[in-house]
Nanobody, 123 residues
Framework: QVQLVESGGGLVQAGGSLRLSCVVS????????MGWFRQAPGKEREFVAR????????YHADSVKGRFTISRDNAKNTMWLQMSSLKPEDTAVYYC????????????????WGQGTQVTVSS
């Protein structure tokens, strides 16, 4: 069984920064491709970014490209999402996810999910 725990969310003013963390336990972290998703109130969960098992491949959604950066450290079993130039529309619950194959932005491509961490950006 794989457990994912997000942290680092909070309240920040527009233009500010936050760094989210996702710690993975239970299986070999380095074997999983990882992703970040978010869900705003009243909206469907959407893809934010993904990273391959080695960290060599990364992809960010257009809505966050240039502002957010996904990264990972396999020695620490941890993935991060560095968020800068935050906007009120970035307000959402952010989820990390783990899957066996890199390359998908679809939720069904991920097998394990965290409980989420709330990010609120005030204007």
């Amino acid at each position: 069984q794989v457990q994912l725990v997000e942290s680092g969310g909070g309240l920040v003013q527009a233009g500010g920064s936050l760094r989210l963390s996702c710690v993975v336990s239970g299986r070999t972290f380095s074997s999983y491709a990882m992703g970040w998703f978010r869900q705003a109130p009243g909206k469907e969960r959407e893809f934010v970014a993904r990273i391959s098992s080695t960290g060599g491949l990364r992809y960010h959604a257009d809505s966050v490209k240039g502002r957010f950066t996904i990264s990972r450290d396999n020695a620490k079993n941890t993935m991060w999402l560095q968020m800068s130039s935050l906007k009120p529309e970035d307000t959402a619950v952010y989820y990390c996810a783990a899957g066996s194959t890199y390359g998908t932005s679809l939720q069904r491509g991920y097998d394990y999910w965290g409980q989420g961490t709330q990010v609120t950006v005030s204007s």
